[in-house]
């Protein structure tokens, strides 16, 4: 199959067909597009606390450096070492004021200027003929950090953010940030799956009443899919709220910023967002941050409560993500299955987006495999 013909408009359209889930060179061909065109979550700001605050992240197969500066600005590298590219940190830590290449003493500022390169012009000289440090900072990624989530753009060409996640904003415009706070963390850590399954699954309302059957009370007839460029995703209106019940059973949307944000609005006053890490074709770690707003104090017993509650619904959605993975063995997931044209819209335009970012790298290349 080829990706084109997934773009014309038809009533019972097609999935993605199975290499786009499996095939190492389609996920390298993402790296190169999808996870770097666009503005990627890579992290919490709430994770770099003081300055000298420093956390490895990998994406789109790339290190990159998060850094808390001495102005209390957070700030992005490439996570390798001018000299030799060494990946420069390797764990998060907090480096004082100088992050220090462990191999030849390499030393730069939290805003990646190079201050010191030890004898590298030879014996009691530092700086050979010709060599200006100016020239050999840390390499500056492009970040945005919004409430308490990092984005990167590592290819430097999408939109400014606000324009880029405006229709993401949008739908949250009822929520009241100032009173905001993450109360706890789910490390779900790997899970056997590509990470698209994991957006495409969290943002579909149709399997709610089957897969989240005994933990959550949301009928289908009450759900709605959002489609707004970007942003896409699925909201629940419940005229009969619980909020005192052991299952979710409240109204809740359900979003994601294009390509792997992933918010949740529940209960009053709730939030969780997911960082989905693409790790390989068949590989994607995730974790899960809980936050409080409108000024909603939670009790140890209610943060309790909501992680377990949590902890179930994800992990349910895990065990489907692994095994739409393991179907994709067959030839049958060649064809790709079949969207419904109501409640996978949403699906359907995560797809088209993705076809769209794949398509324009896959022209400029000699073996046009996927067009
Ligand atoms: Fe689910």
């Not at 709430?46 to 990159?64: F, Q, R, S, T």
């Not at 699925?234 to 109204?251: A, F, H, I, M, P």
């Not at 068949?282 to 509650?309: A, F, P, W």
């Not at 349910?316 to 790709?336: F, N, T, Y």
């Amino acid at each position: 199959m080829k990706l084109s013909s997934l773009l014309k408009n038809k009533t019972l359209a097609s999935g993605l067909p199975s290499f786009a889930y499996t095939d190492e060179e389609f996920w390298q061909m993402e790296c190169a597009t999808v996870l770097t065109d666009n503005w990627t979550f890579v992290g919490f700001a709430h994770e770099l606390n003081k300055p000298g605050d420093v956390l490895p992240v990998l994406i789109a197969g790339k290190p990159v450096l998060l850094v808390k500066n001495i102005k209390e600005d957070i700030v992005a590298f490439h996570n390798v070492c001018r000299h030799r590219c060494l990946k420069l940190v390797d764990q998060p830590k907090n480096v004082g004021k100088i992050i220090r290449c462990p191999y030849h003493s390499w030393a730069y500022d939290l805003d990646g200027k190079l201050c010191a390169s030890p004898l590298f012009g030879g014996t009691d000289k530092h700086q050979p003929p010709d060599f200006n440090p100016a020239d050999y900072g840390l390499e500056s990624v492009r970040i945005k950090v919004w409430h308490d989530w990092i984005f990167i753009n590592l290819n430097d060409i999408a939109p400014p953010f606000e324009e880029y996640a405006a229709p993401l904003m949008k739908q949250l415009n009822d929520i009241k940030f100032d009173k905001f706070y993450p109360v706890a963390t789910l490390e779900f850590e790997q899970i056997s799956t590509n990470w698209k399954f994991l957006i495409e699954n969290y943002i579909e309302p149709y399997h709610v009443q089957f897969v989240h059957d005994k933990t959550t009370n949301q009928p289908l007839k009450n759900h709605y899919t959002i489609v707004d460029g970007r942003c896409l995703g699925s909201g629940v209106d419940l005229s009969d709220e619980n909020t005192s019940s052991d299952k979710l059973s409240v109204s809740s949307k359900y979003l994601s910023l294009f390509p792997n944000f992933i918010l949740g609005t529940y209960f009053p006053g709730q939030l969780g967002v997911h960082l989905n890490q693409s790790l390989g074709p068949d590989c994607t770690s995730q974790k899960r941050v809980i936050y409080t707003s409108e000024g909603y104090e939670l009790t140890k017993v209610d943060i309790d409560n909501q992680k377990k509650l949590w902890w179930e619904v994800h992990k349910e959605d895990h065990e489907i993500c692994e095994r739409l993975q393991l179907g994709r063995a067959s030839p049958v997931s060649d064809k790709g299955g079949v969207l419904s044209p109501h409640w996978e819209k949403n699906v359907r335009e995560f797809q088209k987006l993705v076809i769209e970012s794949v398509m324009e790298y896959s022209k400029t290349q000699k073996e046009k495999i996927y067009v």
